[in-house]
């Protein structure tokens, strides 16, 4: 005990010693400048000017020379478009100026010094050159401006040598107050009016804004603010026309367009023409660039107006005395939220924020999984300089327009959770992984679409109770994704991948009814999807594999069809695939073999207003393919895939036909991109694909080859 308070004294005398030293240290010890850390003190200086004539007009063009008097060293410089100068890094001596110019006189000022860590401002007077008028010294250097320079005043004339006593210093230099235009809003000053070739249009130095023109600066597109100096305006409108014309697999029905059809399929052509207005609203307060906005209110309501033109009837409504066309137009909210920064973390504008409200949302690198514009709540953010990205959310669906798949004012009984977390150069740089979980509750409910046709539950199967009265039996689908996604890079190699495993609860299968009636089952299902590419020069060679798994048994009570909540895969050809783009009906019954723009055969109902189904048959799919960047605004999208079903039982059970076989058919396609300005202003996409159907699909269908083409034109202001 003893030793211990010693010990403890002998420290304390220890603590009471140094610090005793530190301040007999500080106290006696010479006096040095204070600065801010690790700044050091200045070394050089800076000498700015401006040349003028007579009237007080800068003179672009003309030569100016430093020359250092004690070491006879020399810089030159040009004026700029205003007459100004610079000269950077100039070490502290004496020195003069001298200008000239083609029919100016030649000017040398005295001689002046500069030194260290100080701006020198002059201005230089030319007058014209003996035997050259005004007018004939602007000849050579262009129109003269009109007015005199407004920056004249921010410089103290330089006397010329001669015209005072030998080495007479010139005026103070300019304080630190005076370096700088006082004005009352920066962010209204304009550019000056002035143009290199008055007489020719084309390559303007400086560009006046417009209320209409969103490439120069815009106070409507955000460039400036308009309330204050924080908080800015963005509008932005959307014009989306999309054409497509098809032939798919279509029954002649029971009251066939054409009388006197025998055969079973009918006439599958089709037209489908559609248009849609977007305006997005955006109001913001932040610094509108580099750091998070503070708060931002964005609304986009959106109009759609659409036109489908069929070959047989009870394509475009159930009752088939509508006939073969139909014209229908939809007004939807697809963005209406509120975002609020909560905290920074840091320098390095790590941050964390929440948006409640109808917004767009991606969960994976490709849209195999989620792809939707809902209400929900999200907070997001990033850390450690932004190499991790992260979101929770949470969605409560609307109901979707059939026709124009815009966002109706009607709830869906649809809720998703999901939290993701993407790592920026994961275990490599260049490559960025993500990991995902997300969980989907469909609750039980009825619904027709607008043209009649049963939706939720999928019109197969046991549908109808038949034992009491009649009444059609709902069902609840909840199941969860544990994923794992890639995109980018390892060295030479473009990679993007991605796997999913889903597992979850779906209460009485539709397709799995027994006498006994409709099972439930228990949901395992995996997805796969991987694409390697090289680029050489222009092009880009790539290859890829997509897999669904299957149910090879429908009826065990175990559904392993893999089925997304609402994809939308840029994949394997991507849009101009046919496969991916095209919706194919399953005739005899009231569901999709797969859904438009999706590339799972889930054998839903409708892709956004029906329910997952995980009782389908699967997919595999091998792509190869080449994009070509032709020139900066044309790229070409060249694309063949294979296709076949992993198992093809639940479609000889939905079909009652056996056998079906496992090829699908050879899916060939051509696309272009077109971007006239070079931006995204205007931006033609077009495309025409084939499908040349295999032993499976002719086994369900016929095997005339289906094909599709279609044109996009999207303009935005």
């Not at 029919?103 to 050159?129: D, K």
């Not at 669906?397 to 109706?408: A, C, H, I, P, Q």
């Amino acid at each position: 005990m003893a030793h211990g308070c010693a010990a403890s004294r002998w420290i304390r005398f220890g603590f009471r010693l140094a610090f005793t030293l530190v301040l007999f240290a500080a106290r006696f010890a010479p006096a040095q400048e204070r600065r801010i850390p690790r700044q050091q003190s200045p070394t050089t200086a800076a000498i700015q000017g401006l040349v003028h004539d007579a009237a007080g007009r800068g003179v672009p063009g003309a030569t100016v020379i430093l020359s250092d008097v004690t070491q006879h060293r020399q810089t030159q410089a040009v004026t700029n478009a205003d007459g100004v100068f610079r000269f950077l890094n100039v070490l502290p001596a004496t020195y003069e100026l001298e200008a000239s110019g083609t029919e100016w006189e030649p000017y040398r000022s005295i001689q002046f010094s500069v030194p260290a860590g100080e701006v020198r401002m002059f201005a230089i007077t030319l007058n014209p050159a003996a035997g050259a008028t005004a007018a004939s010294a602007w000849r050579g250097v262009g129109p003269p401006p009109q007015t005199a320079s407004e920056l004249l005043g921010l410089y103290r004339e330089l006397q010329r040598a001669g015209a005072a006593p030998a080495n007479a210093e010139p005026t103070p230099p300019v304080p630190i107050t005076e370096l700088f235009v006082r004005t009352p809003d920066r962010w209204e000053i304009q550019m000056p009016q002035w143009e290199r070739y008055p007489r020719n249009s084309g390559e303007f130095p400086y560009v006046r804004s417009h209320w209409y023109d969103p490439f120069n600066r815009n106070q409507w597109k955000g460039d400036y603010p308009i309330v204050g100096q924080q908080t800015f305006f963005n509008f932005t409108a959307t014009s989306d026309t999309f054409a497509d014309g098809r032939r798919l697999p279509v029954p002649s029905g029971i009251s066939a367009a054409n009388p006197g059809s025998f055969q079973f399929f009918g006439q599958g052509g089709q037209f489908f023409l559609s248009e849609t207005f977007r305006f997005s609203f955006d109001l913001f307060h932040g610094d509108a660039a580099y750091k998070p906005a503070d708060w931002r209110i964005r609304i986009t309501p959106a109009v759609n107006v659409n036109y489908l033109k069929a070959r047989e009837q009870g394509i475009v409504n159930i009752d088939v005395r509508q006939g073969t066309d139909r014209a229908d137009a939809h007004l939807g909210l697809q963005e209406a939220f509120l975002e609020k920064r909560l905290h920074d973390f840091g320098p390095n504008f790590d941050f964390v924020s929440v948006r409640a409200g109808i917004q767009q949302f991606s969960s994976d690198f490709r849209g195999f999984l989620f792809l939707e514009e809902q209400p929900g709540i999200r907070l997001f953010g990033n850390l450690k300089s932004n190499r991790y990205e992260y979101n929770l959310a949470y969605f409560y669906f609307l109901e979707k327009d059939t026709n124009s798949l815009l966002n109706r004012f009607e709830r869906r009984h649809q809720q998703v959770w999901l939290a993701n977390l993407y790592i920026q150069d994961f275990l490599t740089k260049g490559y960025t992984t993500q990991f995902s979980f997300h969980f989907n509750r469909d609750q039980p409910s009825v619904k027709f679409d607008n043209n009649g046709f049963l939706v939720r539950p999928a019109p197969i199967g046991g549908v109808v109770e038949s034992q009491g009265p009649l009444q059609i039996q709902p069902h609840d689908v909840a199941v969860a994704y544990a994923g794992w996604t890639g995109n980018g890079h390892i060295r030479r190699i473009n990679v993007s991948h991605a796997f999913y495993q889903a597992f979850g609860h779906e209460d009485k299968n539709l397709l799995t009814r027994t006498p006994a009636g409709a099972k439930s089952v228990y949901i395992n299902a995996q997805m796969a999807a991987l694409e390697l590419s090289v680029d050489k020069d222009w092009t880009r060679f790539k290859t890829s594999f997509f897999y669904a798994s299957g149910d090879s048994k429908p009826q065990d009570g175990i559904a392993r069809g893999f089925d997304s909540i609402v994809d939308s895969p840029a994949f394997a050809g991507g849009i101009f695939s046919f496969f991916n783009r095209e919706s194919i009906r399953l005739t005899g019954t009231g569901v999709q073999l797969m859904g438009q723009d999706s590339l799972f055969p889930s054998l839903r109902s409708n892709k956004f207003q029906g329910q997952a189904n995980f009782v389908n048959p699967g997919l595999m799919l091998w792509n190869v393919g080449t994009d070509l960047d032709l020139k900066p605004k044309l790229q070409t999208f060249l694309n063949a895939n294979f296709l076949r079903f992993a198992h093809t039982q639940p479609l000889e059970l939905l079909l009652f036909q056996s056998p079906i076989r496992a090829g699908i058919g050879g899916d060939y396609s051509v696309g272009i991109k077109y971007r006239p300005p070079l931006t995204d202003n205007m931006v033609v996409t077009t495309g025409v694909s084939a499908l040349t159907p295999w032993s499976g699909f002719r086994d369900m269908f016929s095997g005339r080859v289906l094909f599709s083409g279609f044109a996009n034109v999207r303009l935005k202001f």
